[in-house]
């Protein structure tokens, strides 16, 4: 038989690779392959070289196969042959300089497929192999090597692959200059304006648009790298502008990323970086001219660039963050929340996509950053600003200490502590906002940034004069001011904010010093700032707020004069109902209305409390947890409703004094509330009623799972959402008739309702005035002053109660200051509202009355309040004393519907845990308090026992809503930060009041909390009334009994014992709900008082029905 050598074999498939390239015969390929193959296979090739030979020419045969094909094992295979065939060549063959190329080719195709970084790396020395060849086609390779550098650099960010491409550009360049070649300066250009924005060098900046003019002098205007040409020089024209300033360059920039747009026609490749770069060009002119054509031509370029950007394009990252900056400029505009929001999901997208290495990740981070910073001057949420300072830190330790964008990045954690100032009041904050602005100055001796830190540095210093009083800072502000006002020239959107800063800063030299020329010039600036706003430009609070201010300066100066007062408040009234602007700066200016109002004793302090009081209701309802939701109360308007209410009583309002108390009080549970308000009326208007009840049901359950969950940016996201759903459902509910009202503050008409048990009776306490409201279903609301008390005798009265919730005070002495402090209390508070329900209602004796008090007389025992003096009666005797949070507590809890049958004796749950996880004290009488309660009942009623280990936390939650009856006997645990984490400590862990409320029962009727401080509210919060007593009676339990402070485990048998045992007396037949505030009452009286101290004896309090 005939056989073929490895020569024959080389041969044909020489002929048959040849037949393919000439005809484009892909058999002809397959068939010359596999000749190469078998090549390879004969046992003796003639020599070394001949193999090497033979590996070469099946690589690069299997290399255009996977061109062609696309088989990534051919690919694989084809680098393998050329790193053997390398391995076998001598130093001196011809071939080895064409056999690093093909192999450094082969590796940057498969980079492409797989972007890893061994390919690269090894391509690189490949060609570094022949970097010094004198081969005519070295150079060539030398800016072969230089483009995967530059690829390498765009990857992972090391600027010495720069560098190394610069040298090597230049030096090909500098062989020839005359006749580099166009793609070779273009390239060179770009290696320049990359290294610049990495170490913000001006001399690479200048390299670039010199080699960019150059290359486009050369090029003929119909070449198809004359669009890539006129990007580059486009790009360093505009960094040129954003370091030096000057229109011409920017003008120039945005006429040569125009070309590039005409160049690159849809479906272009380079059309999508066109359309991103003209954008940002277009973004910049606005940011100086303040044109809304242009805002809306840049977001109709970067909309469209985003359309046609795959989701794996490598500048789909830098796109997205480029679009979200411009939305935040639009929200600065119009104030439209959503656009902030789009804005802030964009650059977390982008983020996701950025690995850490990328050179664009710390922009992308601060501007974040700054969205974050806006959103928080919105709406106020701290959480916000922790975030921005873990953006703003991020991204310096990113950047280089010459990065060009420096400055920016220490003008935004500046920022950071200006606001913190101005959260926390900690001056130290404030010096370094001052000390960060200073900085940044250094970094950005001119360009049209710099007029930005001059305004930011004036602001601080304007803000530590008012706190410290120095001149100096106010007449170095004045002149940065005016320095900042100079370089920033007409139609610039930033003068805005200048004359805004300066009239402030006048204003206070005006009051500082008297110089009706600072007065006027003040008022000049504000005017120039005004006609600068379009109606309903979010600035013009801001300048309505500074009017304000000036007014009352000038008021101040001249009281003789009303005019300015009255303009006062007239500007103070435009800024806290703008149309636009954020809820938080509308709501500091409505309570600096209120308090200047309540100072000079302006007409307009109802009004005032009246818009806090709205525009509060809707700032809260945008925080998307229960724990935001308090928070902002503590911090902000933990005296807003009690002060509104005195407003209205101190003008003969009451009725309108409770709507207000309602409306501003028990925000927590409000909330809550409206989620789960009932629905059977609407159910029962047609179809659309039923599908708007059923819609209002399901975004009612997400939006409590999501305020009752943890808080992430994706959560936050999602939970705005769903609310904008939720007010389009509610908006649609009001349409329908019967409806127009629906979820809307309650009337009196209808809280009154409340009181149709019993008189209701709410203690104010605000620091205008105190007084007391009785509240009747059948009567208009009673006002009963009480001039004999006022906000700093509550107070202390309430911090010597408190004190009782964290010492057992036993003995004489105890005894007598707690009896002095009850007698108080009488006297100044209770006793005038006994005169008034006896003589004004005819209230007989023995008649049940809830008490609703507000702010600090949450902490005063009212129920157990009496003179102490010999042949006079206290409360106890007069009344039966219950609580209620609020009005509409109480009606929630009348309108809950427990079906029970009366001949069945109700079943109860007894939950004991005297040893629980989590570090609390042994409990030594947790068995003998539910031994006694099991041998009070009588056989006929049956007793569930949980104790010990299976009083675990899912077990008790299991059997709490299972029980119309449950008697708790455990530890109890207050959080006032997050008070739905306040707990009944089990044995597993803590059974936590988010628990409890978020599995409402339609079988729960009554619960006795025998722990600490069930009923123990926030003493900085107080009229939220967030405890483990109000959770429960949220949760659907008509009557609780709580207690106000520490329960003494050695004596609370005594009174649980006496309370069951006062209980059947009155319902013999079977435990009666309603009856559980006279059994309270009764048991008080009853216990034995040599065992049990008062303390001990007026801790229980009982809430609802």
């Known amino acids: 038989m005939f056989h073929q050598s490895a020569r024959d074999y080389t041969i044909i498939g020489d002929e048959l690779y040849a037949l393919f390239r000439d005809q484009d015969d892909l058999h002809a390929l397959q068939l010359a392959i596999g000749h190469y193959h078998a090549a390879l296979t004969e046992d003796v090739l003639d020599s070394q070289c001949s193999r090497s030979d033979q590996l070469l020419k099946l690589g690069t045969a299997l290399s255009r196969r996977f061109d062609l094909v696309g088989d990534t094992a051919d690919l694989d295979v084809a680098i393998d042959c050329h790193s053997v065939a390398i391995e076998l060549q001598t130093p001196d063959s011809l071939d080895v300089p064409i056999t690093h190329v093909k192999h450094a080719q082969m590796l940057m195709k498969r980079f492409g497929l797989h972007v890893n970084q061994s390919d690269i790396d090894l391509a690189i020395e490949q060609y570094a192999c022949i970097s010094n060849q004198t081969d005519p086609a070295h150079e060539a390779w030398l800016v072969a090597l230089a483009d995967v550098l530059v690829t390498r650099f765009s990857h992972w960010g090391d600027v010495r692959d720069l560098s190394q491409a610069i040298h090597l550009y230049e030096s090909v360049v500098n062989f020839d200059a005359s006749n580099a070649l166009t793609s070779v300066l273009g390239n060179l250009s770009l290696a320049h304006f990359l290294r610049y924005q990495q170490e913000g060098d001006a001399p690479d900046l200048t390299s670039s648009i010199v080699y960019s003019t150059e290359a486009l002098d050369k090029i003929s205007s119909e070449d198809q790298n004359r669009s890539v040409l006129l990007n580059n020089l486009a790009n360093g024209l505009l960094f040129r502008f954003k370091k030096l300033g000057g229109t011409d360059d920017l003008e120039q920039a945005i006429k040569s990323y125009g070309s590039v747009i005409e160049l690159c026609l849809p479906g272009h490749k380079g059309r999508l970086r066109a359309l991103s770069n003209l954008a940002s060009a277009i973004m910049t002119r606005y940011e100086l001219q303040a044109s809304l054509v242009d805002l809306e031509i840049s977001l109709g370029y970067f909309h469209e660039a985003l359309d046609i950007c795959p989701k794996n394009h490598p500048d789909r990252p830098i796109l997205l963050d480029n679009l979200a900056t411009t939305l935040r400029k639009r929200f600065q505009h119009t104030g439209d929340i959503i656009d902030l929001e789009t804005s802030i999901e964009n650059h977390y997208e982008a983020l996701h996509v950025l690995p850490p290495s990328h050179p664009h990740r710390s922009d992308t981070l601060c501007s974040l950053g700054n969205a974050l910073q806006s959103r928080f001057a919105f709406q106020g949420d701290p959480d916000d600003l922790v975030a921005a300072v873990d953006r703003y830190s991020e991204a310096l330790r990113l950047q280089p200490p010459s990065h060009p964008e420096r400055a920016d990045l220490l003008n935004n954690i500046a920022n950071i502590a200006f606001n913190l100032f101005d959260e926390q009041r900690n001056p130290r904050d404030l010096d370094l906002s001052i000390e960060h602005y200073s900085e940044a100055l250094q970094f950005s001796p001119e360009g049209f940034r710099r007029s930005l830190l001059l305004h930011n540095l004036a602001s601080s210093l304007t803000t530590r004069f008012i706190y410290r009083n120095d001149a100096k800072d106010l007449d170095r502000a004045l002149e940065l001011g005016a320095s900042a006002l100079e370089l920033r020239e007409r139609g610039n959107e930033y003068r805005l904010s200048s004359h805004v800063m300066l009239a402030n800063a006048k204003g206070l030299k005006y009051e500082l010093e008297g110089d009706p020329a600072m007065l006027q010039a003040a008022f000049q600036h504000l005017d120039e700032a005004h006609g600068m706003c379009t109606p309903g430009h979010p600035s013009l609070l801001d300048i309505w707020e500074e009017y304000s201010r000036i007014h009352l300066h000038a008021y101040s100066k001249a009281p003789q004069s009303t005019i300015h007062l009255e303009e006062a408040f007239r500007y103070f009234r435009s800024a806290s109902t703008h149309i636009s602007g954020g809820s938080l700066p509308k709501f500091r200016v409505a309570l600096r209305w209120i308090k200047e109002a309540e100072i000079h004793k302006h007409p307009s302090a109802l009004d005032a409390h009246q818009i806090a009081l709205n525009i509060f209701d809707r700032h809260v309802t945008t925080k998307p947890s229960v724990e935001s939701r308090h928070r902002i109360v503590r911090e902000y308007a933990a005296s807003l409703a009690v002060d509104a209410a005195s407003c209205a009583l101190r003008l003969g309002l009451v009725t309108l004094a409770v709507e207000m108390l309602e409306h501003g009080r028990g925000i927590l549970w409000t909330y809550l509330g409206r989620f789960r308000t009932p629905l059977d009326d609407l159910q029962s208007a047609g179809e659309h009623g039923c599908q708007l009840a059923s819609e209002f049901v399901r975004l009612g359950s997400l939006l409590e799972d999501a305020a009752c969950g943890a808080v992430t940016e994706e959560g936050l996201q999602h939970y705005r959402s769903l609310l904008r759903e939720w007010d389009g459902v509610v908006d649609q509910i009001r349409l329908v008739d019967g409806f127009g009202d629906f979820l809307l503050a309650p009337s009196f008409s209808k809280l009154k309702e409340a009181a149709k048990n019993g008189p209701v009776i709410i203690t104010n306490a605000s620091q205008y005035s105190c007084d007391a409201v009785i509240v009747h279903h059948e009567h208009d609301p009673i006002h009963i002053p009480l001039p004999d008390i006022n906000t700093s005798d509550i107070l202390r009265l309430s911090e010597q109660f408190r004190y009782f919730a964290t010492n057992r005070g036993r003995g004489r002495s105890a005894e007598r200051e707690l009896t002095e402090l009850l ?166 862990g803590p059974l936590a009041l988010l628990d409890i409320v978020r599995a409402p029962s339609d079988s729960s009727e009554f619960a006795f909390l025998s722990a600490c401080h069930t009923a123990a509210g926030d003493n900085k919060a107080p009229d939220e009334v967030v405890h483990l007593a109000a959770g429960m009676q949220f949760a659907g339990f008509r009557g609780v009994v709580g207690t106000m402070w520490a329960v003494d485990d050695a004596v609370v048998v005594n009174m649980v014992s006496a ?34 101290p008062l303390q001990q004896r007026i801790v229980f309090i009982h809430i609802g029905i």
């Open 823 to 988: 007698r108080q209390t009488w006297d100044t508070v209770v006793f005038p509202v006994i005169k008034t329900l006896e003589s004004s209602l005819h209230l007989p004796q023995g008649s049940r009355i809830w008490w609703c008090p507000t702010g600090r007389f949450n902490s005063i025992p009212l129920h157990a309040a009496a003179p102490f003096r010999k042949g006079e009666k206290g409360l106890p005797n007069y009344y039966i004393s219950s609580y209620t949070p609020t009005l509409s507590a109480l009606l929630r809890c009348q309108k809950l519907r427990h079906v029970s049958n009366d001949k069945t004796p109700p079943r109860i749950l007894a939950v004991g845990q005297a040893a629980p996880t989590g570090g609390f004290a042994k409990l030594g009488t947790v068995d003998e308090e539910l031994d006694s309660l099991q041998s009070i009942l009588p056989p006929v009623m049956s007793m569930t026992r949980m104790t010990g280990e299976s009083a675990t936390r899912s077990e008790s939650l299991r059997a709490i809503h299972s029980s119309p009856w449950v008697h708790l006997a455990c530890h109890g645990k207050q959080d006032v930060t997050r008070p739905l984490k306040s707990c009944f400590a089990m044995s597993d």
């Open 1059 to 1092: 309370f069951y045992e006062a209980l059947l007396e009155r319902s013999p037949d079977g435990l009666k709900s309603e009856h559980a505030a006279v059994a309270l009452n009764t048991a008080a009286k009853r216990v034995d008082k040599t065992v049990v």
